[in-house]
């Protein structure tokens, strides 16, 4: 993998624009190119079906901010100390202004289903009045709004290759430009020419742990978004010659489960802020102690503390211990399909009563909290005084350590059961550096000719995330992608 100073003998086909991932990043290059006279082609690692990226299974959702003004106050103010130059967020401020313009130009719907302060995440925020959530048609939640930018590629002439990774740019050796891409398909090689330019639009990098760990500082960590998301656009732009910003920025992290047989993370109904199933129920790092409330609606993965913003601690490994009436209280897993790839695409049966999960291994059990201890691997007399600890608190109506307010009821005598939680996240926010023409830039700022990226890989988001921002910046950077690759001078 890498450049290349050499263009192949034969082009396998070829564009004015190659988009390199099918999500909402992708369809707003796409679709932009496409009303504006061009033809597009959209390379897809996932198979059909499974397309969409995080867009997909997201909570349908796209910011249209109200006010450019107030949204650049607001953006500037999520950075915080991760400063981002002003050109960048006049522009994103600008661009989200238009979102549902756009889309209602090419056949959208937009309909807002939370108006402010109903779903603003730091109010106290200048700026934070300009959050206006909007999603498509009638119907908000599962994939709906995703199914509309679907459509909107389905309903041109836009090709879409399914199972097709890009796997490394082709630049020219002499002037730096990016001439096409190399893709795989079918196990073969493939050449895609771009004779205007190519948009990276493949998505962050939440389900490649050696970048988990090299960037996000976390042993392990896994998704509850695309399990298709890699970094592979990271890789390709780095190879020839871009620079990176952001890439300790990601949305989470959570508690969830992860098992072998499931590529992304199970939300444990226990855990989620707004549900209170009965029974007694705490997490506990590795020492055998609480480490946090488990009830605590984080701000996409951030907690408040001495004044700041930091990511919600996950001691690994994790384990939600609970008691016989949790577990004969209903399913520990919600499985209506709202987001989440697990809930969306991969729809697995969880037994009503737990019991095949017990089977499978993913709960533990054991009589004594002695017992299951021992069987989680943490001290007996740390897990004990933890749930004694609790017990009070829970007599006298008051965590004591922190503060939890949510589900304080007593452990009952047992059987006791637990499960390891991994930490999760929706996305990273990381990637190659882009400026506000959409140019992915090189460690000196300069642009490498006719290489463009959009949406969450290398994302203008550095430090707190406004939700639906995402998807938002994506119809956003992937319209301003488009128009200027388009602008470009042909290849012959």
């Given amino acids: 993998m890498g450049s290349s100073t050499n263009t192949p003998a034969k082009w396998d086909m070829e564009a004015d624009i190659v988009v390199v991932g099918f999500g909402a990043a992708g369809v707003a290059a796409a679709v932009t190119a496409h009303e504006l006279g061009a033809n597009a082609v959209i390379l897809e690692k996932a198979p059909e079906g499974e397309e969409g990226g995080n867009t997909r ?28 130059p002003k050109t960048m967020i006049r522009v994103w401020a600008d661009e989200m202004c238009k979102n549902n313009d756009w889309l209602t130009s090419v056949g959208g719907d937009p309909q807002e289903h939370q108006h402010p302060p109903v779903g603003i995440e730091f109010p106290d925020l200048p700026g934070s009045d300009c959050v206006h959530k909007f999603h498509d048609g009638p119907t908000y939640g599962y994939s709906y709004t995703w199914k509309r930018f679907e459509s909107l590629v389905k309903e041109r002439a836009i090709p879409v290759c399914y199972e097709t990774p890009g796997r490394s740019l082709i630049q020219d050796g002499a002037t730096g430009e990016i001439l096409g891409v190399r893709a795989e398909q079918d196990g073969t090689q493939i050449w895609v020419k771009a004779r205007k330019g190519v948009v990276l639009t493949c998505g962050g990098f939440e389900n490649n742990q050696q970048m988990i760990r090299d960037y996000l500082g976390l042993p392990y ?48 109904q226990a855990l989620h802020y707004s549900k209170e199933p009965e029974g007694g129920m705490v997490v506990v790092g590795p020492d055998g102690r609480r480490f946090t409330d488990e009830k605590y609606k984080t701000r996409h993965g951030k907690i408040a503390g001495h004044g700041t913003w930091k990511a919600m601690p996950t001691p690994c490994p994790m384990h ?29 049966d969880w037994s009503d009563d737990n019991s095949a999960e017990l089977a499978k291994g993913w709960i533990k059990k054991s009589d004594t909290l002695a017992g299951l201890a021992a069987t989680i691997g943490v001290d007996p007399d740390a897990l004990a005084t933890t749930v004694e600890r609790w017990n009070r608190d829970c007599e006298a109506g008051a965590d004591t350590e922190f503060s939890r307010t949510l589900m304080m009821a007593k452990f009952d005598q047992g059987p006791y059961y637990a499960i390891e939680m991994s930490p999760s996240m929706l996305n990273t926010q990381g990637g190659p550096r882009r400026n506000e023409k959409a140019q992915i830039v090189r460690p000196d700022g300069s642009p490498i000719p006719r290489l463009y990226s959009a949406g969450e890989l290398g994302s203008i988001y550095s430090y707190l995330y406004q939700g639906t921002g995402n998807i938002g910046e994506c119809l956003a950077f992937g319209r301003i992608a488009a128009r200027n690759v388009l602008a470009e001078i042909s290849l012959n």
């Fill in 57 to 84: 299974v997201a909570g349908q959702g796209y910011l249209n901010a109200s006010s450019a003004d107030s949204a650049v106050a607001y953006l500037t103010a999520l950075c915080g100390p991760y400063t981002v």
């Fill in 221 to 268: 960590c896994y998704t509850s978004g695309s399990p298709h998301n890699e970094g592979d656009g990271i890789s390709m732009a780095m190879a020839v010659g871009a620079d990176l910003w952001h890439m300790n920025n990601f949305a989470g992290p959570s508690m969830a489960l992860k098992v072998p047989e499931c590529p992304t993370t199970f939300s444990m």
């Fill in 320 to 348: 939600m211990v609970f008691d016989q009436t949790m577990m004969s209280g209903g399913p520990l897993y919600d499985s209506e399909p709202s987001h989440g790839w697990t809930q969306i695409v991969e729809r697995p």
